[in-house]
């Protein structure tokens, strides 16, 4: 069974500094993708980044990077120049490419941005 | 359309009755989710569609629960007998299959009073 742990619930944040949220995983299986989603509060799930277990370099989409090692386990998602829009939840999931087409979420982080 | 459509946005129900929560996926989207999100934790796998059959219902948590996918579009979350428990947001997401993208739509709140 797959398994996303996110250990921090909640983390401040001063605008414009980076930040980076903690995601670790467990999976026996060697082909697997990494997704992290943005929550705000009206409710829907943002993708914003993507990392596929046999990708090499790691991902990064504008502001967002995904600190990826293998090794131990952990796709860290780091925002950097933080604004208060980032404000929010912020999860961690991945799928396993010979498991079905599911996600597999963490339990979240929640980001709060001081002006 | 442009988005993943779920409706209604918010319902209430009495303990006991009987709900369906609407899913309307990006057009030509043929995969197909369903997850449930409880206050404070992160969304949980339901059901996966294929487009009609479903591929994948490992998540739902009893028999009270069922899914149809009839022309392999719209999709309907049944809930039977509701419980308290069963009060959370409903998710839905689409994808073409293989890919990496999932787009979900804004959540069915469920509130069994």
């Known amino acids: 069974a797959q398994k996303i742990t996110q250990t921090q619930p909640g983390m401040f944040v001063q605008e414009k500094e980076a930040v980076t949220l903690d995601c670790t995983y467990d999976t026996s299986d060697q082909s697997y993708g990494l997704f992290w989603y943005k929550q705000p509060s009206s409710g829907e799930m943002i993708f914003l980044i993507y990392q596929g277990s046999y990708d090499e370099q790691n991902a990064t989409e504008g502001r967002y990077s995904l600190n990826f090692q293998k090794a131990r386990k952990s796709a860290n998602l780091v925002i950097s120049a933080s604004q208060l829009g980032d404000s929010a939840m912020y999860f961690c999931a991945m799928r396993v490419n010979n498991a079905g087409n599911m996600l597999t979420f963490g339990g979240g982080t929640r980001l709060m941005v001081k002006p | 359309g442009a988005g993943v459509s779920q409706t209604p946005s918010n319902k209430v129900t009495e303990k006991g009755k009987y709900v369906e929560l609407r899913c309307d996926p990006i057009s030509g989207h043929t995969a197909l989710y369903w997850y449930r999100q409880s206050l404070g934790q992160g969304p949980e796998f339901l059901i996966y569609?294929?487009?009609?059959?479903?591929?994948?219902d490992s998540g739902l948590p009893n028999d009270r629960f069922f899914a149809v996918r009839p022309e392999g579009s719209v999709s309907t979350l049944k809930i039977q007998r509701t419980e308290r428990g069963d009060s959370a947001v409903y998710l839905c997401?689409?994808?073409?299959?293989?890919?990496?993208?999932?787009?979900f739509g804004s959540g069915t709140r469920l509130t069994v009073v």
């Open positions: 569609f294929q487009g009609t059959g479903a591929a994948d």
């Open positions: 997401a689409s994808s073409l299959i293989g890919a990496d993208g999932y787009t």
